[in-house]
């Protein structure tokens, strides 16, 4: 089921016992704020619980539905593209990074953004006004709500910056990252998780999370594989020693190496073979 929208703006608030609409996609862009109850939101393959003062964003490509747990008053804000083309000269703010990217974000979709108290009441009241004014008027080409819109997402960039999630170019693709491990093998500390969160901007949980769910292992296994199929490579040619391969890797010494082998692969390292 795709739902159809033609005018570029349509505010609608629900105060509703149930959900009155099966899984559903959009030719419209969605921003759904929960003003009372509580239930879940399904969105692609995310299942999310929902309370009062939760934020979601729904773009073009996305299915979604809500079960209401108790009955629930949501706010959903609804719009086209055109909606910020035609607008967009109303307002002296310029976003570098444009709301359509920001509700295309993946990110902000498997996050759930944990506003402060402050920014929490701003919000409430952003969208009360926004609902507030569209009894009284279109809204659909009124500055007032444009501004009322962008102040939203202004809160939106405030608050991922406080949670340290990347949104100006996006996730790092997985080559990115590959030839960042790659590059840098040899440097222990630069690929620690601190630092490759801090590389990519990226807080060190969900760096953890997003890797272990493109790559179905987990980083630090990734890189111990890594290190250890070079590591062999090297043994095998029989062109270096072990205290060489040591300095190489980082390791204290020769038998600091041994040891790191032997405790990953269970079985001594002299069991290589070395090419002759």
């Given at each position: 089921?795709?739902?159809?929208q033609?005018?570029?703006?349509?505010i609608?608030?629900?105060?509703?016992?149930?959900?009155?609409?099966?899984?559903?996609?959009?030719?419209?862009y969605?921003?759904?704020?929960v003003?009372?109850?509580?239930?879940?939101h399904?969105?692609?393959?995310?299942?999310?619980?929902?309370?009062?003062?939760?934020?979601?964003?729904?773009?073009?490509?996305?299915?979604?539905?809500?079960?209401?747990?108790t009955?629930?008053?949501?706010?959903?804000?609804?719009?086209?593209?055109?909606?910020?083309?035609?607008?967009?000269?109303?307002?002296?703010?310029?976003?570098?990074?444009?709301?359509?990217?920001?509700?295309?974000?993946?990110?902000?979709?498997?996050?759930?953004?944990?506003?402060?108290?402050?920014?929490?009441?701003?919000?409430?009241?952003?969208?009360?006004?926004?609902?507030?004014?569209?009894?009284?008027?279109?809204s659909?080409?009124s500055?007032?709500?444009?501004?009322?819109?962008?102040?939203?997402?202004?809160?939106?960039?405030?608050?991922?910056?406080?949670?340290?999630?990347?949104?100006?170019?996006?996730?790092?693709?997985?080559?990115?990252i590959?030839?960042?491990?790659?590059?840098?093998?040899?440097?222990?500390?630069?690929?620690r998780?601190n630092?490759?969160?801090?590389?990519?901007?990226?807080?060190?949980?969900?760096?953890?999370?997003?890797?272990?769910?493109?790559?179905?292992?987990?980083?630090?296994?990734?890189?111990?594989?890594?290190?250890?199929?070079?590591?062999?490579?090297?043994?095998?040619?029989?062109?270096?020693?072990?205290?060489?391969?040591?300095?190489?890797?980082?390791?204290?010494?020769?038998?600091?190496?041994?040891?790191?082998?032997?405790?990953?692969?269970?079985?001594?390292?002299?069991?290589?073979?070395?090419?002759?």
């Open positions: 089921m795709k739902k159809k033609f005018n570029t703006l349509v609608h608030d629900l105060v509703a016992d149930t959900f009155h609409l099966p899984s559903h996609s959009h030719t419209y969605e921003l759904v704020y003003l009372e109850g509580r239930g879940t399904y969105l692609n393959n995310l299942i999310t619980p929902y309370k009062p003062g939760d934020l979601f964003f729904i773009s073009l490509e996305d299915e979604h539905h809500f079960e209401f747990a009955p629930s008053r949501m706010v959903f804000i609804k719009f086209t593209d055109q909606y910020f083309e035609v607008l967009r000269s109303l307002s002296q703010d310029s976003f570098k990074t444009t709301p359509e990217k920001m509700m295309r974000h993946k990110m902000l979709k498997e996050v759930k953004l944990k506003f402060d108290s402050s920014t929490k009441s701003i919000l409430r009241r952003t969208i009360e006004n926004i609902v507030d004014y569209d009894l009284n008027d279109d659909s080409t500055p007032i709500i444009l501004y009322q819109i962008f102040s939203i997402f202004a809160l939106i960039k405030e608050t991922v910056a406080k949670m340290e999630i990347r949104i100006d170019h996006g996730l790092p693709g997985k080559e990115e590959i030839t960042y491990l790659h590059h840098n093998i040899y440097k222990p500390e630069k690929i998780i630092n490759l969160a801090a590389h990519f901007n990226i807080s060190e949980s969900y760096f953890s999370n997003y890797f272990k769910r493109n790559f179905e292992i987990s980083l630090r296994d990734y890189i111990s594989n890594y290190r250890l199929a070079l590591i062999e490579k090297r043994i095998e040619t029989g062109k270096v020693t072990l205290k060489q391969i040591a300095d190489e890797f980082g390791f204290n010494d020769q038998s600091h190496l041994s040891h790191y082998y032997k405790r990953k692969k269970n079985q001594p390292i002299g069991h290589l073979k070395r090419k002759s």
